[in-house]
Each structure stands twice: as structure tokens, then as C-alpha cells.
């Protein structure tokens, strides 16, 4: 019986990204002693089949809060929203649960362990979207040159869900988390306290997005135990390109000391001529390489 799983989900339209992770995941050995679940969510029966194949379970991803169906009209995706706050529920068999968003896929095994490390004793395993290189937190309109008008992404979400005004400060300049790879024991008492925060910006805030700053709120707000790992392990690549180490065949962070991308996450695309590198497998683009040269790679796993 394995004790930990690998969970994602997916539409019929991220079905090939889907198929990269799963394939990324059992490009290891270790990756045996490991379930891997699918939350269906908007799948063909053909998809599915194929799935079956390659992972443990696939059960159909439901609205486990009640949204507005003007709201979800057909968008089922949008369920991954909801759900992934509610894995022990669909997959109550494990221990341990590393949520990967299925535009990701695995690099290097080790960030998959120290996921799973980092949830023991109930504590949430995630990454803050902050380290070297990046040069932008937050944004500000200014007014008059020296009044600022807050615009970070927890600001925004946290005041169109009508959280409360205090809430919303204590995340304006918080370092933002992407809830796309998380881990969590099935015990964690930080399962219901995120469904409680999902619950309050469901009602008023847009869909997208909620799951993320109830994620928050859990962190900076609740001040949940929490194990903050390195930016490697959910390696955002629309906020920083990797560089490409040519000698060892893979990517690296883009500065001293160059360590291994373990989770590469193509969260809100890579573009290219208007076209999205999640959506055509042909789109690549220019990075460097440690030698400082250029290369015209794409980021999607085995490409």
C-alpha cells in the first residue's frame, strides 16, 4: 500500500500537460513507492482511459463549496479552485498529499522529498514566489507622485472578496504563495481552516484565484505552521527564465549557485507571438546558458 500520492488535475484541453507531468513523475525509480491521483475535470473517455494506465485513481472533481453556476458556466476547470482544498476527501487512502499543478512537471526528485518532508507534524509545504532575481513584489499606481494605490495580487483578491479592510493589509505586502504545488498531511488541521477561508472568498470574489488567497490567509493571517521551501522547488518561469546547463542536459536557477529547477511550473504561460507554450508544444524561446550563450529551448517536459 503506498502511503503518499502525487495529485493533479485536469481538463481535455490540458491533457497532453497532464500527460507530461504523470510521464516527468515516473521518469524516476522513486516515483514507485508513490501514488499518483487525478481529479477529472472535464476529462474525454478516451483521456481517462489512457490515464488509467498510468495512475493509481482518477475520481471526477466536484463543487465541494457551492459556487454560483453563473460564475461556472462551463468551466469546469475551475474546479481545481475548490477541490485540491479537499484531497483527503476524494483520496482518503494516504498519509501524505503533494498537490502539482498540472502545467508543472518534475525536474529533480529531491524537491518532490521535501515536500513531503516538509508537511510532517501538520504543516503546510510550499514555496513564496520571492528570491533572487526577482525585482518586482508589488505594484502601485501613484497619485501626485507619493500617494500610492496598492495593486499586489493578495491586495486585489483580498478586497474584491471583501475579506475585510485589516485582512486585506496584513497580505498587501506579504510575499504572494502559489498554492500550484503544496504539500499536507491528511490530518493537518490547515485543511479546514483553508475550506473556512475558501468558503468566505467564494462569496464574493471571482473564482479564480480564491483558493489561492485562502491559501494566504492561512499563512499570514491565521499564522499556520508552515515550512517555506526554496524557490527551485515551484520554479515560476513567467516571473524568472531559467538559465540551461548544457554539460549536465538541464535547467538551473539563474544565478550563483545555479541550483537544479526540481519543479518546473508554466503557471500563466510562456509566450511567444501571442501563442501560449502550454498550448503549442512548438513554441520555444531564447535562454541562456551557464556559458552565457544562447539557446532556443522549450520549457514543457521532453520537449
Known amino acids: 500500500m503506498k ?5 493533479s488535475l485536469a481538463d481535455s484541453g490540458y491533457f497532453d500537460l497532464l500527460c507530461e507531468l504523470i510521464d516527468s513523475i515516473k521518469q524516476f525509480n522513486e516515483s514507485s513507492s508513490v501514488a499518483i491521483c487525478i481529479l477529472d ?6 483521456q481517462k482511459k489512457i490515464l488509467l494506465s498510468k495512475v493509481d485513481e482518477i475520481k471526477k472533481a466536484e463543487w465541494d463549496i457551492k459556487v454560483s453556476s453563473i460564475k461556472v458556466r462551463g468551466k469546469e476547470w475551475l474546479k481545481s479552485q475548490v477541490s485540491r ?4 476527501n476524494y483520496f482518503p487512502n494516504y498519509e501524505k498529499y503533494l498537490w502539482i499543478d498540472c502545467d508543472a512537471w518534475v525536474n529533480d526528485w529531491s524537491s518532490v522529498e521535501l515536500y513531503f518532508k516538509a508537511c510532517e507534524k501538520g504543516k503546510l509545504g510550499i514555496t513564496q514566489t520571492i528570491g533572487p532575481g526577482y525585482k518586482i513584489m508589488s505594484k502601485a499606481s501613484w497619485l501626485f507622485g507619493k500617494i500610492a494605490i496598492i495593486k499586489s495580487q493578495n491586495f486585489k483578491h483580498a478586497v474584491s472578496s471583501k475579506i475585510g479592510l485589516e485582512k486585506a493589509r496584513k497580505l498587501a505586502f506579504a510575499p504572494h504563495i502559489n498554492i500550484g504545488v503544496f504539500s499536507l498531511e491528511k490530518n493537518s488541521p490547515c485543511w479546514k481552516i483553508w475550506q473556512n477561508n475558501l468558503e468566505i472568498t467564494l462569496k464574493s470574489g471571482k473564482i479564480f484565484g480564491s483558493e489561492g488567497l485562502a491559501i494566504n490567509m492561512c499563512v499570514y493571517i491565521e499564522n499556520i505552521e508552515t515550512e517555506f521551501l526554496p524557490l527551485n522547488c515551484n520554479w515560476i518561469a513567467s516571473n524568472l527564465l531559467p538559465k540551461f546547463d548544457e554539460k549536465k542536459n538541464t535547467f538551473v536557477e539563474p544565478y550563483l549557485p545555479n541550483y537544479k529547477i526540481g519543479i518546473m511550473h508554466l503557471a500563466a504561460g510562456i509566450w511567444r507571438d501571442d501563442k ?20 532556443t529551448k522549450s520549457l514543457r517536459f521532453g520537449q
Open 41 to 46: 475535470a472535464g476529462l474525454e473517455e478516451n
Open 85 to 88: 482544498a479537499f484531497l483527503p
Open 3 to 7: 502511503k503518499n500520492t502525487i495529485v
Open 276 to 295: 501560449d507554450m502550454r498550448k503549442d508544444k512548438n513554441i520555444k524561446i531564447d535562454i541562456k546558458t551557464l556559458e552565457n550563450e544562447t539557446v
